[in-house]
């Protein structure tokens, strides 16, 4: 068991409070199964005031060691790249530059998005085998969609970068640094240069697979078993029906991706565990911060009803088909 964990956040001063909630969530939950936690966050442009928010931990959480790492020590890497991207956001690339910017001696670190709440401790997700795999993940519900659209093969694994557990020091002897940069060099769509896609066509096959509750998404919340096995295309043996119901009634790692159910800092958020986001908000240093809700058309509602229906009641091969052909497209319904 480790002494020590290490967890890798990236945060701009939009997803602040976001980043700050799930700090929290994971010092609640693990600080008594851990000596030490360090948090390093990768700091785009977070105000002062935030800043202040979540140095404010360290006071409450005595096992909590927080690094902040200015963002321009990783755009610096990214400079001759930049306008190979898809977004203009290069924030989204940064863990893809994490051997670069964090201590060497890093044996293994947690990668976590700041869309999530962790409601258990993180001891058995961060205690996972994984010294002969570059990381380990949870399979994406979109697995089977983005090894088409990459000319992955069929038995290639596919996995949400949502969460990483990262062999660093395998990353750090393989280069994927430079793996990535000559992938994005070589590259000529656009298309494929998200990171998520970088990083799955990169590694491949050489990535442990976790059960579903070190990542439960949205979708695992709303469809029984068989559907969601079904609709996405999910291929046999890659969790089973005990480990999906086990994530759903006792998740570890709940993840608020963008869906039609939508997220609990968004207006007509229909999502199942919405409340857990606000138990550890309400623990938070943002325990007295207002929600600001973006507005929300009626059209917009109407089309995320619209979604919501075609996923949970339509037929299966139908709502599968049309989830194949990008019919239920994230963009076409998320503001």
């Known amino acids: 068991m480790s002494d020590i964990m290490n967890i890798l956040l990236v ?8 980043s700050t909630v799930l700090m929290t969530s994971i010092l609640e939950n693990s600080s008594n199964d851990f000596d030490e936690i360090n948090i390093f966050l990768l700091n785009n442009n977070i105000t002062e005031n935030s800043l202040e928010k979540i140095k404010s931990l360290k006071t409450k959480y005595e096992k909590l060691k927080l690094h902040i790492i200015n963002k321009s020590l990783i755009e610096e890497k990214l400079i001759n790249i930049k306008d190979e991207l898809p977004t203009k956001n290069l ?3 940064y863990r893809l530059f994490m051997t670069q910017i964090l201590p060497d001696d890093i044996e293994k670190i947690l990668y976590m998005d700041s869309d999530i709440i962790v409601d258990s401790s993180l001891v058995d997700l961060y205690n996972e085998d994984i010294d002969n795999v570059y990381c380990a993940g949870i399979i994406d519900i979109n697995e089977v969609v983005f090894k088409e659209l990459l000319g992955m093969k069929r038995e290639d694994y596919y996995i949400n970068s949502g969460v990483l557990l990262v062999n660093f020091q395998k990353w750090l002897k393989e280069d994927i640094t430079g793996q990535s ?3 994005i060099n070589s590259t000529r769509s656009k298309e494929l240069l998200y ?6 066509y990169i590694l491949k096959n050489n990535i442990k697979i976790l059960e579903p509750k070190f990542n439960v998404l949205t979708h695992m919340f709303t469809l029984n078993y068989e559907r969601f096995m079904s609709v996405f295309r999910i ?5 089973t029906k005990k480990e999906y119901l086990e994530a759903q009634s006792n998740p570890s790692v709940i993840h608020y991706i963008g869906s039609p159910w939508r997220r609990p800092w968004e ?6 565990k919405q409340d857990l986001f606000f138990k550890y908000k309400d623990i938070s240093p943002y ?3 207002e929600i600001k809700y973006k507005s929300l058309d009626r059209k917009t509602m109407i ?3 619209i979604v919501r229906f075609v996923f949970t009641y339509f037929p299966v091969k139908l709502a599968s088909y049309m989830n194949k052909k990008n019919i239920l497209n994230l963009r076409w319904f998320v503001t």
């Not at 945060?11 to 976001?18: G, R």
């Not at 990171?195 to 799955?200: E, L």
């Not at 291929?235 to 969790?239: I, K, N």
């Open 11 to 18: 945060s701009d001063e939009n997803y602040a409070i976001l």
């Open 91 to 93: 924030s989204y690339f």
């Open 181 to 183: 940069i000559d992938f």
């Open 195 to 200: 990171d998520q896609h970088i990083i799955n």
């Open 235 to 239: 291929r046999d043996g890659v969790f």
């Open 267 to 272: 207006l007509d958020c229909k999502h199942p």
């Open 287 to 289: 325990s007295s911060h």
């Open 303 to 305: 089309k995320s009803a």
